[in-house]
């Protein structure tokens, strides 16, 4: 079973910057998509970032210019930098493993999630 931690939430001002981090119990990223997610309050959650185990990178339209993401496989951790923000970009922000196994099986893992508040 593969835990994932994120860190890095917190508050905000319109325009700061704030870095997310999800660490991995197993080595996971290097071979798999790690991505991130955010569900606001009376919203569905939906991708925010997304980044495969070759290195390409896909955006929420959102969040495009602003967010990046990131890994580091030998920490097992993707990083979620984030620019600009703005007050919808409150959230709860979820950090994802989309693994396929050697079975075929495909297993989504999720973190418990990290807080973001950006005030205007």
């Known amino acids: 079973q593969v835990q994932l931690v994120e860190s890095g939430g917190g508050l905000a001002q319109a325009g700061w910057s704030l870095r997310l981090s999800c660490v991995a119990s197993?080595?996971?990223?290097?071979?798999?998509?790690g991505g991130w997610y955010r569900q606001a309050p009376g919203k569905q959650r939906e991708l925010v970032a997304a980044i495969s185990r070759r290195g390409s990178t896909n955006y929420g339209d959102s969040v495009k210019g602003r967010f990046t993401i990131s890994r580091e496989n030998t920490k097992n951790t993707v990083y979620l930098q984030m620019n600009s923000l703005k007050p919808e970009d409150t959230a709860v922000y979820y950090c994802?493993?989309?693994?396929?196994?050697?079975?075929?099986?495909?297993?989504?893992?999720w973190g418990k999630g990290t807080l973001v508040t950006v005030s205007s």
């Open positions: 197993l080595r996971i990223f290097s071979s798999s998509t």
């Open positions: 994802n493993g989309d693994v396929v196994t050697r079975n075929f099986v495909r297993i989504h893992y």
